[in-house]
């Protein structure tokens, strides 16, 4: 097991410059990052995909309503979720690549 976290972190760590020029905001990509980090995370301990499709759900959705409670007019809601989306995708492919390598 790990190997496996051990290849994942540097998958993700790989991927992290092309985050510099693909023009992604700041805060996009932090939301991308921290998703990817925590279903990367939560893999490695072994926590059920079910379990970590509601924890994560949970979490970013609690996010965005606390967000939205502090700053209701400027905040991108939907771009957020998306990136999250994206991260949590980012994170389950490498997972997917490492269980198929190892």
């Not at 020029?21 to 990817?36: C, F, Q």
């Not at 609690?62 to 939205?68: A, F, L, S």
Request: aromatic content about 8%; glycine content about 8%; overall charge neutral.
């Amino acid at each position: 097991m790990r190997y496996k976290f051990i290849a994942a972190v540097m998958t993700v760590l790989m991927l992290a410059p092309s985050f510099c020029y693909a023009n992604i905001p700041e805060d996009k990509a932090k939301h991308i990052g921290v998703a990817a980090g925590l279903d990367l995370s939560m893999e490695a301990l072994g926590v059920k995909e079910t379990t970590r499709n509601c924890i994560l759900g949970a979490l970013f959705v609690g996010k965005e309503i606390y967000d939205h409670n502090k700053h209701p007019a400027t905040h991108d809601h939907f771009g957020d979720l998306a990136a999250d989306v994206g991260g949590v995708m980012l994170s389950r492919g490498t997972i997917w690549i490492i269980h198929r390598t190892f």
